[in-house]
């Protein structure tokens, strides 16, 4: 029987039983769902790993990824399977919401505490720091604390975030008085460039965290945004992911998905708030943001 199921233009060949192994692995270590149908995806996005460590075949790419115990190969491959996608201010209305709830029902709350739960390379985090700093300070409360907590599985990505220097291009649609009051410009080899101010990279922290383990803090939060992720995992695990979320959530506490996801088949016990908003009810306590 030929099992050969997608050949690529450069004669590249993935089979039944590799594209098997493949999504098996994506599956129980991310979550991933690779439905048939997807074999031309994983030719394209992990050949270039093939060509890149000279294996002959995709079978012998999988089993270097078992062996390295480094865990950069698998790092390589989720990074590849999944997109890293993201900009400052995306999907904008979440930080809106937020800044609202910030300085009404959140007001007694001295730090609020959010988590970034899939960062990628830190827009994410950063626009919620810059966004909330704007709105306390406007609201003359810039004495009130917020933390962030930012996390993605990929290291390479992390590893930008960390460093919070990014092309001006990317901070286009920012306000002017955002860019004058938390951006530091480059010079020199840095021209072109931009870096946020210390005072906003002091409000994150960044950790590596797989979303389908338990995660390893305690802690709770005001808002959770697990944004743009969510699309990758099958039902069963999006069950558990949101499950283990909405447990992390104080009462009154907002989850954020990305608008083109929704919980929908996804049991939860969260308030449907508006589009890619929920909200975990405190006892007795009606909603008290202005939508
Ligand atoms: C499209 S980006 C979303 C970035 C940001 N939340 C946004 O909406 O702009 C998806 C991110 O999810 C991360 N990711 C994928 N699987 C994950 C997992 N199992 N645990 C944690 N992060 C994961 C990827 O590394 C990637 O950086």
């Not at 979440?94 to 505490?113: G, K, P, T, Y």
């Not at 950063?126 to 962030?148: H, N, P, Q, V, W």
């Not at 708030?273 to 306590?285: C, F």
Request: glycine fraction near 8%.
């Amino acid at each position: 029987m030929n099992e050969t199921v997608y050949s690529d233009n450069a004669g590249l060949t993935l089979k039944t039983s590799e594209f098997r192994l493949i999504s098996q692995l994506a599956h129980e270590r991310f979550g991933l769902e690779l439905k048939g149908g997807k074999e031309a995806l994983v030719t394209a996005r992990l050949g270039k790993w093939l060509r890149k460590g000279g294996f002959k075949s995709f079978d012998e790419y999988y089993r270097h990824v078992l062996a390295d115990t480094t865990g950069d190969a698998l790092i390589g491959l989720i990074d590849s399977l999944t997109t890293n996608h993201t900009s400052f201010l995306r999907e904008k209305a979440h930080f809106e919401f937020l800044n609202r709830a910030a300085v009404e029902e959140f007001r007694e709350i001295r730090s609020i505490e959010i988590w970034s739960a899939a960062c990628s390379s830190g827009e994410e985090p950063y626009t919620i720091a810059m966004s909330l700093s704007d709105t306390l300070a406007r609201a003359g409360e810039k004495r009130r604390d917020f933390r962030i907590l930012a996390t993605d599985i990929s290291t390479r990505v992390l590893g930008i975030a960390k460093r919070g220097v990014y092309e001006a291009e990317r901070f286009r649609d920012l306000p002017d008085h955002w860019r004058k009051a938390y951006l530091l410009r480059g010079d020199g080899e840095c021209k072109g460039f931009f870096k946020l101010k210390p005072e906003i990279v002091s409000r994150i922290s960044f950790e590596r965290l797989n979303l389908i383990q338990p995660f390893p803090h305690r802690r709770l939060f005001n808002v959770i945004f697990c944004r743009n992720v969510m699309m990758y995992f099958d039902k069963g695990t999006q069950q558990d992911i949101v499950n283990r979320l909405s447990a992390c959530l104080e009462p009154g506490g907002y989850l954020f998905v990305g608008h083109s996801e929704s919980l929908t088949g996804v049991e939860h016990d969260l308030k449907y708030v508006r589009p890619a908003t929920y909200r975990k009810e405190s006892p007795g306590r009606g909603l008290r943001v202005r939508l």
